[in-house]
C-alpha cells in the first residue's frame, strides 16, 4: 500500500518561495519514481519536476531553473522548492508517485498510479 501525503502549500506573494513537501508511505522508497504535477481549474494536470530511482530530475521547460526537486530518502519524503514564483504558478500541487515509468513520459500523469490529494499554492 501507498500514501502519499502533501503538504506546505500556502499564499505567497510573487516572487517569493515555497517549500512543499511530500510525506510517502512505502517500503524502499528510493526504489520509487515521485514527482509533483500540478492543476488548476479547467486545465489538465501537468507536471512540473519528478525524481527517478536513479536520483535523476527532470523538470517541465517553465519552471527550470526556479523549482527544484529533491528527497530524502531516511525521512521518505520528496520536496519541491519553489523559488521566484510567478502568478501562474498558483495551482493544486499533487505529489505522484509509481515504481516504474516509461523514459520519455516521466512527466505524464497516466505514468503514476499513486496520488497524494494535494496541496494550494497561491501566487499574488
Known amino acids: 500500500h501507498v500514501q502519499l501525503v502533501e503538504s506546505g502549500g500556502d499564499s505567497v506573494q510573487a516572487g517569493g518561495s515555497l517549500r512543499l513537501s511530500c510525506a510517502a508511505s512505502?517500503?524502499?522508497?528510493?526504489?520509487?519514481?515521485i514527482g509533483w504535477f500540478r492543476e488548476v481549474p479547467g486545465k489538465e494536470r501537468e507536471g512540473v519536476g519528478m525524481l527517478d530511482s536513479n536520483g535523476r530530475t527532470y523538470y517541465t521547460d517553465y519552471v527550470k531553473g526556479r523549482f527544484t526537486v529533491s528527497q530524502d530518502n531516511a525521512k521518505k519524503t520528496l520536496y519541491l522548492q519553489m523559488n521566484s514564483l510567478k502568478s501562474e504558478d498558483s495551482a493544486l500541487y499533487y505529489c505522484a508517485a509509481d515504481y516504474w515509468v516509461v523514459p520519455g513520459r516521466r512527466l505524464v500523469l497516466l505514468e503514476y498510479n499513486y496520488w497524494g490529494q494535494g496541496t494550494q499554492v497561491t501566487v499574488s
Open positions: 512505502v517500503d524502499r522508497f528510493h526504489f520509487f519514481c
